[in-house]
């Protein structure tokens, strides 16, 4: 099995800051997109962020200019770090790894993590 542990979450108040962290195997970490996403009560999954290996990265309008995804390639983590919090941005924040098939014979891959809680509220 593969395995993405997040880390991070907690409860900030409306304009502050948190960091979110997800290891990866280094063999996954290498080749695979990173990304995050996030869930919250009653609502779908969404896209938050992703990077690529070549560390191209990209952004939904909800978050663009206030959220950063990054990587540390040593560590084989990437990180998301999240400023000007509000409290729409209340969600579990899942780690995400994901291969897109090269040909007929490669199925591709995902992987998740458990996912961290993030609370913004006063």
């Known amino acids: 099995q593969v395995q993405l542990v997040e880390s991070g979450g907690g409860l900030v108040q409306p304009g502050g800051s948190l960091r979110l962290s997800c290891a990866a195997p280094r063999t996954i970490f290498s080749i695979y997109t990173m990304g995050w996403y996030r869930q919250a009560p009653g609502k779908p999954r969404e896209l938050v962020a992703t990077?690529?290996?070549?560390?191209?990265?990209n952004y939904p309008s909800s978050v663009k200019g206030r959220f950063t995804i990054s990587r540390d390639n040593a560590k084989n983590t990437v990180y998301l770090q999240m400023n000007s919090l509000k409290t729409e941005d209340t969600a579990v924040y899942y780690c995400?790894?994901?291969?897109?098939?090269?040909?007929?014979?490669?199925?591709?891959?995902?992987?998740w993590g458990q996912g961290t809680q993030v609370t913004v509220s006063s």
């Open positions: 995400n790894a994901n291969r897109v098939a090269k040909g007929v014979f490669d199925a591709g891959a995902s992987y």
């Open positions: 990077i690529t290996n070549g560390g191209s990265t």
